[in-house]
């Protein structure tokens, strides 16, 4: 089952988050202008954002998050970084979420590891034994995929995981059939959320329920605070435009329709979503 973002566990909520749509301020490393975080040093702008209006940061403030097992993204050289849906994830306080780079191979495999991978041996996430520590995902196209399997013997030997009866919930398909296929992020929350509940535990997070269970795991709804907050900025910018859907190729499109009832079950919960797009939905600096 797909998460419904009225159904999250959020402590920044998407009605504070969506208010600030269109306000940019100067990463403190880089010293470019982005929304919500810097996509390229993984700084999560919302302390500097708050600073600078002088807002109290309690209650944006997102808690550290704990993922039930070590997660490693091995991101692909040939893909530009920042159109990638990790910067959404990475920029936020986890614990045990890491990033490497590769090019055509990579064989610098850690010992008790997983691939999350489909295939005909590969087993579904949630009976992944206990004494695999640290699970894979691989950002990038698909049709990379099998030259880095091959170029990568290590890698490729590793026991496969799987992710079932999932679709995305918005990102770019890749001129490739859409349906079934995840973003990284989305594989991250899924493969987290599963492993975290196969005995019982709790994904939830500002709620005080920490769903520990015998692999761990803390606040784990937080993981999507940036990614959902951009599905109901694209989607209501979109809808507003009478857009109900983008054709990537005869096979794939991304679908707007259900705008209106995500904005329901969002302001059910949270409170209006009105007046957070910023002039004419555009993106603009703060003044200075």
Not at 73 to 102: A, G, H, M, T, W
Request: aromatic share 10%.
């Amino acid at each position: 089952m797909n998460f419904s973002i009225s159904e999250l566990d959020l402590t920044v909520n998407p009605h504070l988050l969506v208010k600030f749509r269109g306000l940019r301020v100067p990463c403190p490393k880089c010293g470019k202008k982005y929304q919500y975080f810097c996509r390229v040093c993984n700084i999560d702008l919302l302390p500097t954002l708050c600073a600078q209006f002088n807002i109290p940061a309690a209650q944006y403030t997102i808690p550290e998050i704990t993922l039930p097992i070590k997660t490693t993204i091995l991101l692909s050289e040939l893909e530009d970084y920042e159109s990638s849906s990790i910067p959404f994830i990475s920029c936020l306080p986890v614990s045990n979420l890491q990033c490497k780079r590769f090019n055509d191979s990579f064989n610098d495999v850690e010992p008790n590891s997983a691939l999350l991978m489909p295939g005909p041996d590969s087993i579904h996430v949630s009976e992944l034994p206990n004494s695999v520590k640290n699970l894979y995902i691989i950002d990038c196209k698909w049709y990379q995929c099998s030259r880095l399997l091959q170029n990568s013997p290590e890698l490729n030997k590793l026991p496969k995981v799987v992710l079932n009866n999932y679709t995305s919930q918005f990102w770019r398909p890749h001129g490739r059939k859409f349906e079934g296929c995840l973003s990284s992020a989305e594989c991250v929350y899924y493969a987290s959320k599963e492993l975290s509940l196969r005995s019982g535990g709790n994904t939830c997070g500002s709620g005080g329920n920490t769903c520990e269970n015998n692999m761990g795991g803390k606040n784990i709804d937080d993981l999507l605070t940036y990614y959902a907050n951009n599905i109901l900025i694209v989607k209501r910018y979109l809808f507003g435009r009478n857009i109900k859907h983008i054709n990537k190729d005869r096979e794939s499109r991304v679908v707007y329709e259900n705008w209106e009832e995500i904005k329901k079950g969002v302001e059910a919960r949270w409170g209006s979503l009105e007046g957070g797009e910023g002039k004419e939905g555009q993106e603009e600096d703060i003044q200075e």
